[in-house]
């Protein structure tokens, strides 16, 4: 299983970016998948995460409104599209994935994911 985060970068203050996971080695359509992030000596962050159907996303309170995840199975594609970006949000992001069956109020907990991409950086600069 693979899961290859992608789209990272440097942006100003109020800025967009897109960022992307491609996963492989597994069954996409029966997965959920997420976005994480995190600070250097911090925990992880949940930012969204969207169920194998496509459905209604969920989102970290922080990201709500700027942040719109989406997923195109034909390519094994989750994307993240994120706007009005400001400089809290400079950490590096992590996709994850695992198997559908998950009631929604534990989507955002870290632990319930099975496997992960490596990660990718943005940098806000205000």
């Known amino acids: 299983v693979q899961l290859q985060a992608c789209g990272g970068g440097s942006v100003q203050a109020g800025g967009s970016l897109r960022l992307s996971c491609v996963v492989n080695?597994?069954?996409?359509?029966?997965?959920?998948v997420a976005w994480f992030r995190q600070a250097p000596g911090k925990r992880r962050e949940f930012v969204a995460a969207i169920e194998k159907s496509g459905g209604i996303p969920s989102y970290g309170d922080s990201v709500k409104g700027r942040f719109t995840v989406s997923r195109d199975n034909a390519k094994s594609t989750v994307n993240l599209r994120m706007n009005n970006l400001k400089s809290g949000d400079t950490v590096v992001y992590y996709c994850a994935a695992r198997p559908n069956r998950l009631v929604r109020s534990a989507w955002s907990s870290e632990v319930q994911y099975n496997y992960w991409g490596q990660g990718t950086q943005v940098t806000v600069s205000s």
């Open positions: 080695g597994l069954t996409f359509t029966s997965y959920l």
